[in-house]
Every structure is written in structure tokens, then in C-alpha cells.
């Protein structure tokens, strides 16, 4: 039944934009909102930045948002390039959404180091790569990214936003919040990273282990012949400039020396043996750290959720907003950049969304100012069953992110300009996480069917 409901949610609102004449509109036609919001006012992570890094180089490229960039309609009616949070704007009849700040502090030569600009006007405080509460996001330059990202984290816009409003919401504004999505997905970065090291040190070990192991059994005393080979490739290992050919040539010329006058000729047997060995040892340990780091990024995701929650609940209602829309995380698993992983890698990031999201719905489920929408309900369901959803392909990116097409690698430097051949336009990914504009449009119906339900629209 909710493939059947979800599937159902969604025909309707096609059915409504159609009637409606009207394709960026959530719900469109003569409709009069229950409750009239006197403004907008957003915090989050890429999924509703509105243009912080539309600046400099950016800029020069066509891009600024997460999503395919750019006014192209012309070309296909779906190609809009607008956000979810900019359809809920126009959906509730206020001014099109800004980014409240703007700016890069990345590599000055490259174009990504603009002093950074508040818009006192501008309610949007998303940033691509903000995380809940750690300030070093996804591509801020402490990652190492070039582009230095701002990533001012949620706690910092809300923070923010208070400041410039006297420390009060006025309480007539819809507050959007959409995080989360970043400590996922740093933290996934540093579990590959680790994974990726363990592995790399247990097949090295692995191959020099088998290599002189082998070498020392044409011996007349192995186990001597093995310390001696063992030293060898310890030392040329160590030396800087050291290849996997020099080793192999140190560990042969050690194994001569004690002994093995064929170590040469069946070189090329050993080698192939070693590397099957260093291959097998470095997935287990790769397999392995993964296996010890889940339980910690799980409770990581849970005090991500716990922190976004309390927040929502101090901060902002607590400061006196009434209508608070709080998006839970997506299937982050069933996207391409979660696809690309082994089926553990997969189950582990389900087990990270489903512990973040766990902790908003138990915080938030009592708050009569505060909607949860089930945005990883919906966005599952449209991985298995996208048909029903108008989406024509829901595993490959839209752009090409190639570098030499999209110089940024990512949906921040989409533009028609270089998508993929052929019709992309009912894709659900621009990238591998971020959604094209018609997948931002079916996330806007979504939300306004919660807001329906709740009885805000």
C-alpha cells in the first residue's frame, strides 16, 4: 500500500500541474493557502542553497546551485533549474527566495577566493556542505577541497538568523530545515579514507610476506633466506621513490644471495602469486575496518539527529516560530554516490539515515509547531518504483562530471551545457546525490502534501 499511496500522491499532483498549465508550481491553479506566511525562511545544507557560491569562477561557469543550472525550458519544461525551496516559495505566493550569504574561500588562483557578503534581505541560510553542528563541511578547505566551501554549519545559521531578527522569530514565517545529509556524508569520506589506508598497509604486508616466502623455499635454510629477503624489501620499502618493481628487484637479489639461484626466472610466478595475496589480505582489512567503524558512525548520525532536533526545539520554536517543516534525510543509500558502494557499505549508510532520522521523529513526533516530512519514505520509493513518479532513470547522474566538461565534478557546475546526450530531464539525479529540478519538484509536492495534511496549506 505505500508504493500504491506515494505513487498515488504524486499522479495527483501531476494531474493538479497539468490542470494548472504551470510546471514549477507544487500545487497550482486557484488554490488559497490555509494559512498565509508572511515569509520564508531556510536552513539546510545544498538541498536548499539558493546560491551562496555563485561567485566568482562559479559563477563564470553557469553554475551556483545544486542542480541542473540555469532557466532551460525552452528546451524541456522540466528543466527549470530551480530548488524545492524556491517552488514552496511561489507555492505560497511570497518573493523568490535569496541566498543570505554569499562568498568562496578557497584557491585565489582558481577563482574560488570571494569575500564573503551578507544579503540582510535574504532568508535563505543554507549552504552547500554545512553539517549539523561541525563547521568543516563538504568542500570547505580544510577537506583539502580548492573551492573552499563555507559550510556554516545549522547551528550557526539559525544562530544567525536570530541576530539579525533580535534574537526572535516573528512568528507568521515558514521555517524550512533540511540537514543531515553532510555528516553522512563526511563521515563516509573518512570511513573510506581509513578503509582504503588499512588496506593498502595489510596488502603491502601481504605481498612482501608471500613474495619472500616464496623466494626463500628454492633455499637451502628458508627460514634464514626469509629474514634476509623480509629485510631487504623492509629497507627498499622505506626508501623514498621505492616502486613495486625496486622491491621486487631487492627481494630477488637477496634471495640469490642466499641461495636461490633460480629466483630470476620464476620472478614473474612469484609476483603474480604475491599480488593475489596483498589483493585478498587488503579487502579483508578494508572490509574489516569498515566492520569496526559502523557502530561509531552510527551513534555519530544519531547525534547529528538528536543535535538538529533539540535545535529545532530551542532555537527555533523555542524562539517563537509556529510553523516549522523539518525534512528528514533521503535513501542516501539508493542514490548513485550510495549505488557505487558494496551492498555492507549500503546497509551501513541505511543503518546511519535510519539513526538520525530515528532521533527527529522521536524529538519532534509531540510538537504541534513542527511537521516531519518523510522525505526518506518517498524518495525509497521512488528508487524501486520510479514510474508512477514520471522519473525516467533513478541509479546514473544527469551531468557529465567529467572534469573536462564540468570543471567542478558536481551538480554546483551543472548547466545544459554539459549534460548527458539524450532527454535528462526526468532524471532524479543531477549528480551522484544531488536531485535534478524535476526531482526537487516532486519534493516540493511532498512537502506541500504534508503541509496539506497538516492543515498549514
Not at 328 to 345: E, K, M
Not at 367 to 392: C, F, M, R, W
Request: with cysteine.
Amino acid at each position: 500500500m505505500r508504493h500504491m499511496n506515494f505513487a498515488l500522491a504524486m499522479m495527483a499532483g501531476a494531474i493538479l500541474a497539468a490542470c494548472g498549465g504551470d510546471s514549477g508550481n507544487p500545487q497550482p491553479g486557484a488554490q488559497v493557502n490555509k494559512v498565509k506566511f508572511a515569509s520564508q525562511v531556510s536552513f539546510g545544507d545544498s538541498l536548499s542553497d539558493l546560491g551562496t557560491y555563485n561567485v566568482g569562477t562559479v559563477k563564470a561557469l553557469g553554475g551556483g546551485k545544486f542542480t541542473i543550472n540555469g532557466d532551460n525550458t525552452a528546451v524541456n519544461p522540466a528543466l527549470t533549474g530551480k530548488n524545492w525551496t524556491e517552488l514552496m516559495a511561489a507555492q505560497f505566493g511570497l518573493p523568490a527566495p535569496c541566498p543570505a550569504q554569499t562568498g568562496l574561500d578557497g584557491n585565489a588562483a582558481q577563482g574560488f577566493s570571494v569575500p564573503v557578503t551578507d544579503h540582510p534581505g535574504c532568508l535563505s541560510y543554507a549552504q552547500g556542505g554545512a553539517r549539523v553542528t561541525n563547521p568543516v563541511g563538504a568542500g570547505h578547505k580544510l577537506t583539502g577541497s580548492p573551492v573552499g566551501a563555507l559550510t556554516v554549519p545549522v547551528v550557526t545559521q539559525v544562530k544567525n538568523h536570530l541576530a539579525r531578527a533580535g534574537g526572535k522569530f516573528k512568528g507568521d514565517e515558514v521555517v524550512f530545515v533540511m540537514a543531515g545529509g553532510n555528516d553522512v556524508l563526511v563521515n563516509l569520506a573518512q570511513l573510506s579514507a581509513g578503509g582504503t589506508a588499512a588496506g593498502t598497509t595489510a596488502g603491502q604486508q601481504a605481498f612482501g610476506t608471500s613474495l619472500a616466502t616464496q623466494l626463500a623455499a628454492g633455499t637451502a635454510s628458508p627460514a634464514t633466506a626469509v629474514r634476509l629477503i623480509g629485510l631487504a624489501i623492509a629497507t627498499e620499502s622505506a626508501r623514498t621513490g621505492s616502486t613495486q618493481a625496486s622491491i621486487v628487484q631487492a627481494a630477488v637479489v637477496a634471495a640469490v644471495q642466499a641461495g636461490n639461484v633460480n629466483a630470476a626466472a620464476s620472478v614473474a610466478t612469484v609476483v603474480e602469486a604475491a599480488t593475489k595475496a596483498a589483493s585478498a589480505a587488503g579487502a579483508k582489512a578494508g572490509e574489516d575496518y569498515v566492520t569496526a567503524q559502523a557502530p561509531a558512525l552510527v551513534a555519530a548520525l544519531a547525534t547529528a539527529g538528536a543535535e538538529l532536533a533539540a535545535l529545532v526545539k530551542s532555537q527555533i520554536i523555542g524562539n517563537g516560530a509556529n510553523y516549522v517543516v523539518v525534512n528528514n534525510l533521503p535513501d542516501v543509500a539508493s542514490t548513485p554516490a550510495g549505488l557505487s558502494r558494496d551492498a555492507n557499505v549500503r546497509a551501513l549508510i541505511d543503518r546511519m539515515v535510519g539513526a538520525f532520522n530515528a532521533q527527529l521523529a522521536s524529538a519532534l513526533a509531540s510538537e504541534s509547531k513542527a511537521v516531519i516530512v518523510d522525505v526518506y519514505a518517498v524518495s525509497h520509493d521512488q528508487a524501486t518504483n520510479p514510474g508512477p513518479y514520471g522519473l525516467t532513470n533513478v541509479s546514473e547522474p544527469a551531468c557529465d562530471l567529467s572534469e573536462k566538461k564540468n570543471p567542478l565534478t558536481s551538480a554546483l557546475g551543472c548547466t545544459a551545457a554539459n549534460l548527458k546526450s539524450g532527454d535528462v530531464s526526468h532524471y532524479s539525479y543531477a549528480d551522484e546525490v544531488h536531485p535534478t529540478p524535476f526531482n526537487n519538484l516532486l519534493l516540493a509536492r511532498y512537502v506541500s502534501r504534508s503541509l496539506v495534511t497538516k492543515g498549514w496549506l
